[in-house]
Each structure stands twice: as structure tokens, then as C-alpha cells.
């Protein structure tokens, strides 16, 4: 049966040559042509416009002058302006001056009068609790001035502390409003300065607490020992420390 279908040369002749007979394919109506036609032109419309849309995304991702470096320096912009400073001015305050002259004080002795120890605590009997007073005597001297030097020695320490964060202080006014990375290295020293800062204090009143409990357990002792040799009662030893 003979087709109005036409195909190439090529496929005829294979096609007779296979069957012994020429092949017949339906004849497409003009209705389907048309359908087809349309359907391939929204197809590629719809092609067309998702790749605009994906076009236009893209280009609001990498930037308006169409670079991922544009993009890029448009991030380092915005960042800068969020972590930007405002840079400070004026000087860090002074410490409180130390007393000078008649007011100042010595490092290692409360009074300009040294007396000694055996100066201080006397033995007027060799009995007992002449004794015991005595001792109790030396070790109040010997506290009350490991207090002081002591005392001495966190001041001194202060100081030093000031010093540090004065230059801190005044290395943190010289910089910059973009300089952010050097503030946060420089907020965490002082951080770390004021830590140690809040350790020297703790330390001092504990010291400090020590020292005063030490002071008014050994005048309890003195008082005791006096109480009971006037009333003639009670022993006159006392647990060791």
C-alpha cells in the first residue's frame, strides 16, 4: 500500500528491502502541525523567561557590576561599616599621688624609730608566764609588721598594674576608626590585666584578714594569761601556733 508520508531516500530503501513493501505512516493533519508549533514556542518562551529570572538572581548575588568580586568588596564594605569605632580622645586619669615627705611611707619599716625586738618584748620575771608573754609579745611585733610590709608590697604592685594599663589606655586612643582588629587584641589584654587585677585584691584581703585574725588572737592570749595569773585559776599554757 502506497503512503503520502515521505521520508529520505535511505529509509524507503531499507524499509522495502526489510518487508518487501513501502512503509505507510499516517499523514499529520494541519491542526496537529499547528499545536505542535505552539507548544514548542511556549516551551521556549518559558525556557526563556526561567533563565532571565535565574539571570536576574544571580546578578543580584554576585553584585550590579556582574563580579563575585564586586559582591565580595560589597560585603567587606558593610562589614567594615558594622565593626567600625569611634576613636577616643582625652588621657587615661592619674593614680592618686603617694604621700610625700613627713607622709610617705617606708617600704620595709612603720616608723622612722627602729627598735628591736628584745626592745619591745621584755622578760621582767623568768618565771612561766613571763615567759609566755614575752613570746606572745614577739609574735604580735612580728605580725603587725609582716602586715605593713606586706600592705607595702600590693601598693608597690598597684603601681605597676596602673602603669600597664596606662599604656593600654593610650595605645587604645591612637587607634583608628577601622583599626577594629588591634581593639579587640588590645580589649583583651586589658581583660586579662583586669583579671589579675581583681586577683591582687582578693589576695590582699585574704592576706589582710589573716593577718588581723592572727593580731586579735594573740591579744585574746595576752589578756588569758593576765586573767588567770591575777584570779589564780585556770592553766597557764597555751596551744602553740
Not at 559582591?71 to 576613636?87: E, G
Not at 622612722?112 to 613570746?135: E, F, H
Request: glycine share 8%; charged share 20%.
Amino acid at each position: 500500500m502506497a503512503s503520502n508520508t515521505r521520508r529520505g531516500p535511505g529509509f524507503a530503501a531499507a524499509w522495502t528491502k526489510t518487508f518487501g513493501t513501502a512503509p505507510d505512516l499516517p499523514k499529520a493533519n494541519g491542526g496537529l502541525a499547528i499545536a505542535l508549533a505552539v507548544v514548542a514556542l511556549l516551551g521556549t518562551g518559558a525556557a526563556a523567561a526561567a533563565w532571565q529570572v535565574n539571570d536576574r538572581v544571580t546578578q543580584e548575588r554576585i553584585g550590579n557590576n556582574g563580579t563575585v568580586t564586586g559582591q565580595l568588596n560589597d560585603l567587606k564594605t558593610d562589614l567594615n561599616r558594622k565593626l567600625q569605632i569611634a576613636p577616643r580622645s582625652g588621657s587615661t586619669p592619674e593614680m592618686v599621688a603617694a604621700p610625700t615627705g613627713d607622709e610617705a611611707l617606708n617600704e620595709t619599716q612603720p616608723s622612722t624609730t627602729s627598735v628591736g625586738i628584745d626592745k619591745l618584748c621584755t622578760a621582767s620575771t623568768s618565771t612561766p608566764l613571763g615567759q609566755q608573754q614575752r613570746q606572745l609579745c614577739r609574735d604580735l611585733a612580728n605580725t603587725e609588721l609582716a602586715q605593713y610590709r606586706f600592705s607595702m608590697r600590693m601598693f608597690e604592685r598597684a603601681s605597676e598594674n596602673y602603669e600597664r594599663l596606662k599604656q593600654l589606655d593610650d595605645h587604645r586612643r591612637s587607634l583608628s576608626a577601622n583599626d577594629y582588629a588591634n581593639v579587640q587584641y588590645n580589649t583583651n589584654e586589658i581583660l586579662a590585666l583586669t583579671a589579675l587585677m581583681d586577683n591582687d585584691r582578693d589576695r590582699y584581703n585574704t592576706y589582710m584578714a589573716a593577718y588581723d585574725a592572727r593580731i586579735a588572737h594573740i591579744r585574746n592570749s595576752q589578756a588569758a594569761l593576765t586573767r588567770n595569773a591575777l584570779k589564780g585559776g585556770g592553766g597557764l599554757s597555751l596551744p602553740s601556733f
